[in-house]
């Protein structure tokens, strides 16, 4: 069976990596051969971000544009089509931002990743995130 608390630790702390502009974890969460991040926005197109290096690259512009201050809320995290090595882990995303005093709810969302184990270490290769609104 999969390391199931490992693994929400891995989710729980990619949202908090964000928040603090670790991009170095953001990256570094992903496996280094065949990674993949498709997000889709409010029901549109599938936008695909594969490889590493390409997924660095959305978290480090999106930090880049950022003036306010994000929360990503992790919750409701559970697991499907689990082996020892690999699970599938479904988790909402609910995206909380500050700015000039006022807090709000940005967009809401549901991540699906294809978690695995490499060396003792539970890493994501494949990830899914459908928005229900723009970032």
Known sequence: MADKQAVIELMNRAGVAYDIADTDFLTNMFV???AQFHLTI?????????????????????LT???????????????????DDA??????????????????VLSSGMYTDVCVNVGGEWKIRNRRLDLDLPY
């Open 42 to 62: 409010a029901g549109g197109d599938v936008i695909p971000f594969d490889g590493k290096e390409a997924i660095g690259k959305l978290f480090t512009d999106s």
């Open 87 to 104: 699970v599938t882990a479904i988790s909402y995303l609910v995206l909380i931002t500050v700015e000039n005093g006022e807090l709000k």
């Open 32 to 34: 280094d051969d065949g």
């Open 65 to 83: 544009d950022q003036t306010d201050q994000r929360r990503h809320c992790i919750t409701n995290i559970y697991f499907k089509d689990e082996t």
